[in-house]
């Protein structure tokens, strides 16, 4: 089992600080989390730039809570994930033009979100993890390799994805 997802699973990257999330599995290098607003409602307006060939959707990624209204940008990037922690950001096409991501089945917006985040970099025995210096472990569950976020059409439960970028 990887170190890093092992601790990741406690310690979630700080791009999804105040969402409820439940990690799902951890499959090796791989864990899954599903979200939800601070308030607890998982009824989520997704938001991203659409790829030119307008079936792929490209970050940054947000989100707004059909409860209580707040927003949340939960991906970017050039400033999340491994590349963007530490190399002042991935080489990623962006669009920053939001528009509402639908379920490609029905053009559902009330959508569950759930992220796939991957660690490819491990630490096999845990005194290299102690090894490192504090700020380096504060930001370990940060330092993912790859993001896949899929959406859940709430109205006609097709799942989709996203997106998919590499990040180290």
Not at 40 to 66: E, M, R, S
Not at 124 to 137: G, I, S, V
Not at 139 to 145: F, I, K, N, S, W
């Amino acid at each position: 089992m990887n170190m890093m997802a092992l601790k990741a699973k406690d310690r979630q990257p700080t791009n999804f600080d105040g969402l409820q999330t439940t990690a799902m599995v951890v499959e090796g290098v791989i864990l899954h989390r599903t979200f939800q607003c601070a308030c607890g409602n998982d009824h989520l307006n997704i938001l991203a730039g659409k790829w030119p060939d307008q079936k792929t959707w490209l970050d940054p990624v947000q989100f707004t809570c059909q409860g209580c209204g707040a927003s949340k940008e939960i991906f970017n990037s050039q400033t999340d994930g491994y590349d963007g922690k530490l190399c002042g950001g991935a080489a990623c096409l962006q669009n920053p033009d939001y528009e509402l991501v639908e379920c490609p089945e029905c053009n559902g917006r009330d959508l569950r979100l759930k992220a796939s985040i991957f660690y490819n970099i491990d630490y096999d025995d845990p005194r290299e993890l102690a090894e490192l210096d504090d700020d380096f472990k504060a930001v370990l569950g940060d330092l993912y390799d790859a993001l896949g976020l899929s959406g859940v059409c709430k109205e006609c439960e097709n799942e989709f994805p996203i997106g998919d970028w590499e990040l180290a």
